[in-house]
């Protein structure tokens, strides 16, 4: 249960970097990932698509649950946007690297959608956080993917650790760039029943 609400929050993601902030907001969970399909259509609307996806996470996660309206699934989904092209996860090194040299010097966005789902109803939000890469060395580049921290991540970067040095510019909201705005997280959780933040 979290903070005393009778709704049990589920979080429909094995993001360990969104079960760290959802921790930090002082809230018990329990964890079921979702399996959906994740493809990107081009030329489909990158705040659309993030917005799709988490609902398809919510609504999977929610389907294999008691249904009895005790529960609140939480979803989300990330993606950079760099001028209308999605950068997902890389394949490889040889991906990231090329993902970087692009990123390098230019601002791009990170969309967030987070999902939250009750019998009652579901509720979406999309955060959009614009972010302004240095421009990086090739030295730079190399020094990052010798980390390994660019491997799952959408972009090839993390910004809450070391990352954060690839980056000269937030406008925004920064822990969107992690993965989970969280202003509007502890709002959709609070629509949803869930007892956050110093919520009756």
């Not at 939250?116 to 993917?145: H, M, N, P, Q, S």
């Not at 959408?154 to 690839?166: D, E, N, V």
């Amino acid at each position: 249960m979290t903070g005393g609400s009778s709704i049990e929050l589920v979080l429909a993601s094995q993001s360990p970097r969104r079960q760290e902030l959802l921790v930090g907001l002082g809230l018990t969970f329990r964890v079921e990932p979702a399996d959906v399909d994740e493809s990107w259509e081009r030329g489909e609307d990158p705040r659309a698509y993030v917005e799709r996806v988490a609902i398809d996470k919510a609504d999977r996660v929610a389907h294999l649950l008691d249904r009895d309206g005790g529960i609140c699934v939480l979803a989300a989904d990330t993606t950079v946007d760099l001028d209308d092209d999605i950068l997902a996860k890389p394949d490889d090194d040889d991906h990231a690297r090329q993902m970087l040299e692009t990123l390098s010097g230019r601002a791009h966005q990170v969309h967030t959608a987070v999902v939250g789902w009750t019998a009652r109803e579901a509720i979406a939000v999309v955060v959009t956080t614009d972010v302004t890469f240095r421009k990086l060395t090739d030295d730079d580049i190399d020094w990052y993917l010798a980390l390994g921290e660019h491997r799952d991540k959408a972009g090839a970067y993390g910004m809450q650790s070391a990352g954060g040095a690839l980056v000269e510019r937030i406008d925004g909201s920064p822990t969107n760039v992690i993965g989970l705005p969280l202003a509007e997280t502890i709002d959709v959780l609070r629509s949803c029943g869930v007892r956050v933040a110093g919520s009756a």
